[in-house]
């Protein structure tokens, strides 16, 4: 994630002072904003060499780890937020890591392309895969394992046992809750274990 309004627009979702761990953190720069502007601290997870690196360079703690390998190395509930940001699409095992989330977190915020957008309907419908800012690679070239929709994830949370406390669409870096699945590109939700 990497639009500067898409983190401020999740970062007003953490508490000020919460203890923050960013699954799939990229290059940190969420994890600076919250240390910066809301007092949080906490570490992120990463894979990339590349974004250890620029995490370290901003001053954000970070473990290197792939995501497949869970998170046992946490105490449930060892921190007041889990952040799973643009990362849901790129696991093999969706569900199991969102409870993972839900066990390690007090609440998880997560956020993934919405492949329900009308824009992306669109581009189906004339017969091709969307290329959008949201999902911005080709078929064949995409680190996305799967796709889904905002509507998807309502109905995963509730299989999962997860109550969602706020969820709500992000298009161009604005707020959509009317219809979001198919008015947003990015699709956000708020949750805790019930």
Not at 163 to 181: E, K, T, Y
Request: glycine letters at 8%.
């Amino acid at each position: 994630m990497s639009d500067r309004k898409d983190i401020e627009l999740i970062a007003e979702m953490v508490p000020k002072g919460s203890r923050v761990l960013d699954l799939g953190c990229g290059n940190g720069e969420l994890l600076a904003h919250l240390r910066d502007h809301r007092q949080c601290s906490g570490y992120g997870i990463e894979i990339s060499d590349a974004n250890v690196l620029s995490c370290t360079q901003r001053g954000v703690n970070v473990i290197q780890l792939n995501l497949e390998e869970g998170l046992s190395m946490f105490e449930d509930r060892s921190f007041d937020v889990v952040l799973q940001l643009d990362t849901l699409q790129h696991l093999r095992n969706t569900e199991r890591m969102l409870l993972e989330t839900a066990r390690v977190g007090r609440v998880g915020i997560v956020s993934f392309p919405n492949f329900a957008h009308w824009a992306n309907r669109l581009r189906i419908a004339s017969g091709r895969m969307p290329v959008t800012k949201a999902l911005p690679y080709e078929w064949y070239d995409t680190p996305n394992i799967r796709v889904g929709t905002y509507a998807d994830f309502e109905v995963l949370a509730r299989k999962s046992g997860l109550q969602i406390l706020d969820s709500f669409g992000i298009q161009n870096g604005a707020v959509r809750r009317r219809r979001p699945n198919l008015t947003a590109s990015v699709a956000v939700f708020k949750f805790e274990k019930v």
